[in-house]
């Protein structure tokens, strides 16, 4: 059997066993290995903010307007954005309680921001840097500020003009997946440089730090999600929560694509007997909003960025961390590994540079055989059991206006 036609997740376990023997065995070799690594690192470093800027304008642009009950749309999006940002709260509190560390090489310290105010400060003057300062610079806030401003105003521009935007974002969005196609070999040398110079136990980091990360999503899933639609139905949320889990979350494992899993959504909705008026907005609207999974991977990978170059980071700077990581994570639809991508965005308000994001990006695509399988099931399960509580919400209306 040829491995070049195995799936993504072989190919990157494969890329780390390869590198760990290589760092073991030919540590000599470790700093010319490393180069793929380094090479997979600029090519991220490179399509980052081009991808930023044109995904999120282009979304933006080509938002369909929906014929739908209006004030269920928006209790959709804001029970989305609640949901985020808990997850977010959730990875923020668990990293405090069980602090990571990362291996990275050739990091000096960071400069941690002096307080809130720093922080805030630091984002409003990054909102409003030059465009094309911000694409030179990897500036992701500024290009988000852009990406947005341009999208809704291109809205009201010509059906042409919006179908050759959309193909620019195909285009990158194309990009972006060819050089993660490139993630084994890239792993490799990371993994290789990293045991040769570390040791072997450098390994044993990314193991807790997934554990980490997917023991938050399944906090989230049991904990989380039932007391959201607990409080919001009045009903029983397991069952709800374990059927969705079961028939939409496993098959999102597999899948690692909540665009794909959308069709097992609506197919689920149906079933458990939810309005068809609403779920078919809300389901593909939950694809592309609902990132709680993608709030917990940035929030989890930036606090442990900071544990790593010994930055002091404050509750209350941290907090303003998970709004920032809970909004761009909503912007991590579509792209394959996209909340690895946002990664730089957060890392940026805390004073780490650009090259140890990336290099925290590299730690994730390592971790990423585990932590996309289970973000995807988070974020697409979600989507359903969401979609059910404010279903439960409409009709526990009408039935109250029935009985008076």
């Known amino acids: 059997m040829n491995p070049l036609t195995w799936g993504l997740v072989p190919q990157i376990l494969i890329g780390v066993a390869l590198g760990a023997l290589a760092g073991l065995l030919l540590p000599e070799l470790a ?31 080509n938002r369909h307007e929906s014929g739908s009950d209006g004030r269920k749309t928006l209790a959709t999006i804001v029970l989305y954005l609640v949901g985020t940002i808990s997850a977010a709260l959730v990875a923020l509190l668990m990293s405090f309680a069980f602090p990571q560390t ?11 921001p002096v307080a809130v105010s720093a922080v805030l400060s630091d984002v409003l003057f990054k909102l409003i840097d030059n465009p094309v300062n911000a694409l030179l610079t990897g500036n992701f806030l500024g ?39 490139l993630a084994p070999v890239g792993i490799f040398g990371l993994v290789c440089v990293t045991v040769a110079t570390i040791g072997i136990e450098a390994l044993a980091s990314y193991a807790s730090i997934a554990v980490l990360l997917v023991s ?33 979350g496993v098959t999102a ?8 899993n959308i069709p097992v959504n609506l197919n689920l909705a149906k079933k458990l007997g939810i309005s068809e008026e609403l779920y078919t907005v809300t389901i593909p609207i939950g694809a592309t909003v609902n990132m709680a999974g993608a709030a917990i991977t940035i929030t989890v990978l930036t606090l442990a960025a900071t544990n790593t170059l010994g930055i002091d980071v404050s509750f209350g700077t941290a907090l303003v961390l998970c709004l920032i990581a809970a909004l ?9 590994s996209g909340s690895l991508l946002l990664i730089p965005l957060a890392c940026s ?25 289970a973000e995807t099931a ?27």
């Open 216 to 248: 938050a999503m399944l906090f989230v899933a049991l904990v989380v999600n039932p007391i959201i639609v607990f409080v919001l139905s009045g009903k029983n949320p397991y069952p709800v929560v374990f059927r969705c889990l079961e028939e939409s």
């Open 349 to 373: 308000l805390l004073g780490i540079s650009l090259d140890a994001a990336m290099q925290v990006v590299a730690v994730g695509f390592i971790i990423s055989v585990i932590q996309d399988s």
């Open 328 to 336: 761009s994570a909503c912007g991590a639809s579509g792209v394959p």
């Open 378 to 404: 988070l974020n697409s399960s979600t989507d359903v059991v969401y979609t059910y509580a404010i279903d439960q919400i409409g009709r526990s209306e009408t039935a109250g206006s029935q009985a008076t």
């Open 143 to 181: 290009c988000l500020t852009w990406a947005i401003l341009l999208g809704v105003s291109f809205r009201g521009a010509s059906a042409s003009f919006k179908e050759h935007l959309q193909t620019c974002a195909d285009g990158i969005s194309d990009i972006v997946r060819y050089v993660i196609k």
């Open 102 to 112: 990362l291996a990275l090489t050739g990091i000096a310290q960071g400069s941690p």
């Open 253 to 260: 494992f597999f899948t690692r694509s909540s665009a794909a």
């Open 31 to 61: 700093e010319e290995l490393g180069l793929l690594g380094q090479l997979f690192v600029g090519a991220l470093k490179a399509v980052a903010p081009a991808l930023v800027l044109l995904l999120v304008m282009s979304a933006i642009a």
